[in-house]
């Protein structure tokens, strides 16, 4: 399966922007419409005429030509990471993702192979017990896992999430909003018979993707390791060049960023020696045990005021990813925060992050990302210091 290159996702980019224009206000929450039913139904296929059945392939100009000739040259055996633009082993171009879903009570701690993950999503996963959030890690070199976890339940959310990359879900069940989700023709998951460890804890704490795990997994199941044709294409745009952030862009400070998240009192701290910033919660530095303690952190951050709709007294929810008018949010890096605009166009379509200033594709620096998804009725609370 080849992958798609972004570039080919531009014209559907520029379409987003246009309908994202008249949405460009500030940051501020919109507490009105936080029950706002997701809409399950959007295409940008006739904006960007991508029906159109004709020759689309571009003459070779002198200028393309170019173009190819000055790219950089890849180490031998390597390529760009499509979810860090970081140099990675080729046999990896067309492995699919697998995203696990990870238990973010305090309990739970302390979280195995976190540090492996290119991409980690926290949420509210319930609006009971302090709005806790759950994170979901996606990684692309999932065969290097000797131990991650620990293991927990999915949200319909996290299901067109995980789409997003053509990732597998990796989880332990869930409530019973996510069979539909689950049965959708570009779902793919695994759920529980993973390991057990013990570990002096409850049950629900002990499960682990551990070495061994995904091959029999795979092996035993109907998907494919590779992407497959619900693959959407790249997700990020990278920038050929470290980006700093610049006040004509509408850039300030951020060395702290603290997520309205009150039960696990999400923190991220600008780390100068390293340029990234450091994730903690519990008043505590998320440290990785399975990697000599090594610290969670971050490259890039999104941040995404999100509306969501409650499904029951329990505390179940689901959040309105999907979006055709921009909604606000932040990117940030480098010790800067910008705003930004997101969009996303359909249930297994990437989240497009657009330059609040120009109304483009965010060009984000190489490495690891951090994305939050803060219910738009504590978007206020967001603090960026």
């Avoid at 392939?57 to 031998?76: G, H, K, L, M």
């Avoid at 980006?243 to 999400?266: M, Q, W």
């Amino acid at each position: 399966m080849k992958r798609k290159n972004l570039k080919n996702k531009m014209i559907v980019f520029a379409a987003a922007a246009a309908l994202a224009t008249a949405s460009l206000g500030g940051c501020g929450s919109k507490k009105d419409d936080a029950q706002q039913e997701p809409a399950t139904e959007i295409n940008f296929d006739d904006i960007a005429n991508t029906g159109n059945t004709g020759n689309t392939e571009e003459p070779q100009t002198q200028e393309t030509a170019v173009e190819q000739q000055t790219q950089e040259e890849a180490p031998e055996g390597m390529y760009r990471s499509e979810l860090t633009n970081e140099w990675i082993d080729e046999s990896l171009k067309d492995q699919r993702p697998i995203a696990v879903m990870v238990d973010n009570e305090k309990l739970a701690l302390p979280h195995y192979g976190l540090t492996e993950a290119d991409v980690v999503y926290e949420l509210m996963n319930s609006t009971k017990n302090g709005r806790i959030t759950r994170l979901m890690a996606v990684v692309k070199d999932w065969g290097s896992i000797t131990r991650f976890g620990s293991v927990r339940s999915t949200r319909p959310t996290n299901i067109m999430l995980a789409a997003e990359w053509n990732a597998v879900l990796i989880h332990d069940g869930g409530p019973f909003y996510i069979n539909d989700w689950l049965a959708k023709p570009y779902s793919a998951n695994f759920s529980g018979g993973f390991t057990r460890i013990k570990n002096g804890k409850a049950t629900e704490y002990t499960e682990y993707v551990c070495e061994g795990d995904l091959d029999s997994k795979f092996s035993n199941s109907k998907y494919s390791t590779e992407y497959n044709e619900y693959y959407p294409g790249e997700h990020f745009s990278f920038a050929s060049s470290e980006v700093e952030l610049t006040a004509d862009r509408g850039a300030v400070d951020c060395t702290t960023v603290k997520l309205p998240f009150p039960h696990n009192e999400s923190t991220l701290t600008y780390n100068e020696s390293t340029g990234t910033y450091d994730y903690s919660e519990y008043g505590q530095a998320h440290t990785d045990p399975q990697h000599d303690n090594a610290p969670l952190t971050f490259k890039n951050l999104l941040i995404q005021n999100c509306t969501f709709s409650q499904l029951d007294e329990n505390g179940y929810l689901i959040y309105n990813v999907i979006v055709s008018e921009g909604r606000d949010g932040y990117y940030i890096t480098n010790g800067k925060a910008i705003p930004v605009t997101w969009i996303k166009a359909g249930e297994n379509e990437p989240t497009v992050f657009l330059d609040k200033q120009t109304g483009e594709p965010v060009e984000m620096n190489t490495g690891k990302t951090y994305i939050a998804i803060v219910p738009s009725d504590s978007w206020n609370d967001l603090a960026i210091q």
